[in-house]
């Protein structure tokens, strides 16, 4: 498994947690986060393969994971960087393999409300796809297939979407 925007590996840590037997590699673009994961890793007695990368640019090779997960990422990244993000998760799926994401989506009035604050801090023209509901189309257009939301949260930031897809 493969997680994209790993950050201090809270997520990357909890699934190897829970199935042991998986081999899981994070990658985040900042060195100081993924020093953190790989303490909080080490503490728990967990081995993780971390790597300082982008993730447009992902350091490994074709169809080598079977599950990709990204977390809080994409509402970060430029359009662009959201479209060549998803084609290089899709590069790195098997055929077959299953893409999860959670991230910001399109909200009713109220949690449109809500989100402003995240917007006002993530920038609003890079949040504006996320706003508008637009994260599944970009995954289609990287060509993944079976684009689902399977889960949809109210919170104080913003209605939170978790969206699957496969390769
Ligand atoms: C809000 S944090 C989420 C961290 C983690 N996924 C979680 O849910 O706890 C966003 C992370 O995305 C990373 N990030 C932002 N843009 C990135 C990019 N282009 N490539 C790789 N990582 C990126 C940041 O460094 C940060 O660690």
Redesign the pocket.
């Known amino acids: 498994m493969l ?6 590996g ?2 990357t840590l909890w699934a190897k947690q829970r199935e042991p037997g998986i081999d899981i590699a994070g ?4 060195p100081a ?1 993924l020093r953190r994961a790989a303490t909080k890793a080490e503490e728990a007695g967990v081995e993780l393969d971390l790597r300082e ?4 640019d992902l350091p490994f090779e074709d169809a080598s994971f079977d599950r990709a997960i ?4 994409f509402h ?2 430029p359009r662009e ?1 959201k479209e060549r ?1 998803a084609a290089e998760i899709a590069r790195v799926l098997k055929p077959g393999g299953e893409l999860h994401v959670a991230d910001w989506g399109r909200g009713d009035p109220l949690m449109r409300l809500a989100f402003l604050t995240t917007r006002l801090l993530d920038g609003f023209e890079r949040t504006a796809d996320n706003a508008r509901g637009r994260l599944p189309a970009i995954f289609e257009g990287a060509g993944l297939r079976d684009v689902r939301e399977t889960a949809r949260f109210r919170t104080m930031s913003g209605a939170m979407v978790l969206l699957s897809a496969r390769r």
Request: glycine residues 12%; charged residues 15%; contains cysteine.
């Open positions: 997680d994209v925007g790993c950050g201090t809270t997520l990658i985040d673009g900042d986060v990368a982008l993730a447009d990204t977390s809080l990422v970060h990244l960087v993000s």
